[in-house]
């Protein structure tokens, strides 16, 4: 194997790239995980200047609230973004439209399978839609039902996950879809992890807990501190208390309010099974209870009674720094491994 100089190595690594950063009308194919109060203006607007593919966390806002959050980040950014919805949202349908006023360029439905209607409106308004997929048959059944990319994120990841680990779903499924372009996502913080899935197909990568730690993130210092003294093992899921209730397990850093959810769940499905709510609107009460927690974690800095949602790449968080300068980091990591990988086979 013939040694590569930088330069060569920047163009290999570009060329890996091209794909997702085409799809996205981005330099870098890395796009930014949606985390709700965190995925605002200011974070997102940094990513998409700084090259990569911000991401708008919805979440539970209604649609004027997220009109407004678009508008903030088109004063802040003339690069493509894109918004991302849960399939969950009772009014998925506004929120839709209120993409598609606002021309926003890409739509990502998270949170479960989108109704065919949802994506149907997406694509007929000119919006690309990016769909989340835990198995090679539900990615299939993206595909089919109008997807133009695929998200594949493991179980490492921060906030709601899926039972299985990246490293498993790469494997599964980056092979045998090409159709569409995929990006992987769970535990990734080093440029030597974003390379080997570039290799293996992937079309690029979606990072949330690396930029947290952003300076043109909003969360509060003491949200910033938890996650530069975090590790990989303090990042623990949720459990499930009920078979016949089942809730998304949700990552993250282990405090008073990951041990109040646990007493929330037990008293929602005491309701649910006294018949006094729904099991739509209890799953909707239990999102709730999330949002909210968060919020306070995020933007009040109650960082022992709110939701500390982190992925296992959290202990790759050591610093605060802009987002230009952690994707440059990235970057050069990768850079340097496919440098390294030539001077070792010399």
Not at 34 to 46: P, T
Not at 56 to 72: D, F, N, T, V, Y
Not at 112 to 140: D, H, M, Q, Y
Not at 306 to 326: D, F, H, R
Request: hydrophobic share 50%.
């Amino acid at each position: 194997m013939s040694t590569l100089d930088r330069g060569q190595a920047q163009a290999r690594l570009a060329a890996l790239m091209a794909r997702g950063a085409a799809f996205f009308g981005s330099e870098v194919a890395m796009m930014g995980g949606a985390m709700s109060w965190v995925s605002e203006r200011h974070l997102v607007a940094a990513l998409s200047n700084a090259g990569a593919f911000g991401v708008i966390a919805c979440g539970a806002m209604e649609p004027p609230r997220l009109a407004e959050e678009i508008a903030g980040t088109k004063a802040l950014t003339a690069r493509p973004f894109g918004v991302n919805l849960i399939t969950m949202h009772p009014r998925l349908d506004q929120l839709v439209d209120v993409c598609l006023q606002a021309k926003v360029g890409h739509i990502v439905f998270a949170g479960g399978i989108p109704p065919g209607s949802a994506i149907k409106k997406a694509k007929e308004g000119g919006a690309r839609v990016v769909c989340f997929a835990p198995a090679l048959v539900l990615a299939k059944r993206m595909i089919r039902s109008g997807a133009d990319a695929l998200v594949i994120e493991g179980s490492e990841a921060g906030g709601h996950i899926g039972p299985v680990s990246l490293n498993v779903l790469a494997q599964e499924i980056l092979p045998h879809i090409t159709e569409v372009p995929v990006f992987v996502a769970g535990g990734i913080g080093r440029g030597e992890a974003i390379l080997s899935y570039l290799e293996m197909g992937a079309a690029g990568v979606q990072l949330g807990t690396r930029f947290v730690c952003a300076t043109e993130s909003i969360a509060h210092p003491a949200f910033k501190n938890a996650f530069i003294r975090g590790n990989a093992r303090d990042a623990m899921p949720t459990v499930q208390l009920d078979d016949a209730f089942p809730v998304i397990p949700v990552r993250a850093l282990q405090n008073g309010g990951t041990r109040r959810f646990l007493e929330f769940q037990a008293e929602t499905i005491r309701r649910f099974k006294a018949g006094e709510v729904e099991k739509d609107a209890a799953q909707l009460d239990i999102e709730h209870f999330w949002a909210g927690a968060l919020r306070r974690a995020v933007i009040d800095g109650d960082v022992e009674n709110g939701s500390l949602m982190a992925g296992q790449s959290v202990g790759m968080v050591t610093k605060e720094q802009p987002a230009a300068e952690i994707i440059a980091e990235l970057i050069d990591q990768a850079v340097a491994a496919l440098m390294a990988r030539g001077r070792s086979a010399a």
